[in-house]
């Protein structure tokens, strides 16, 4: 059974940092891509950061050169390393794993952002 267990989310001001963690269980990590999401309220869930089995990452315009993305395959976890975060960063933050069309999710984490 495939389970994914974010922490790391919290209040923090405007201009802070946070790192979000997701450790994963139940699935050769390594062979998986990784993401991460956020859902604010009102709005639909978007991709933040991306980072394949090999490495490549992407991001979501908003967050380029604020947020990083990293995986340790050794610990079987994903990190979203978070800076110079604002109010509109405000959401629910989701681990994504996939493998081909099988995708699994995390129960999610929130990050508030106060101005």
């Known amino acids: 059974q495939v389970q994914l267990v974010e922490s790391g989310g919290g209040l923090v001001q405007a201009g802070g940092s946070l790192r979000l963690s997701c450790a994963a269980s139940?699935?050769?990590?390594?062979?998986?891509?990784l993401a991460w999401y956020r859902q604010a309220p009102g709005k639909q869930r978007e991709l933040v950061a991306g980072i394949s089995s090999v490495g490549r990452t992407n991001y979501a315009d908003s967050v380029k050169g604020r947020f990083t993305i990293s995986r340790d395959n050794a610990k079987s976890t994903v990190y979203l390393q978070m800076a110079s975060l604002v109010p509109e960063d405000t959401a629910v933050y989701y681990c994504m794993m996939a493998r081909g069309s099988i995708v699994f999710w995390g129960q999610g984490t929130q990050v508030t952002v106060s101005s």
């Open positions: 139940g699935s050769t990590f390594s062979l998986n891509d």
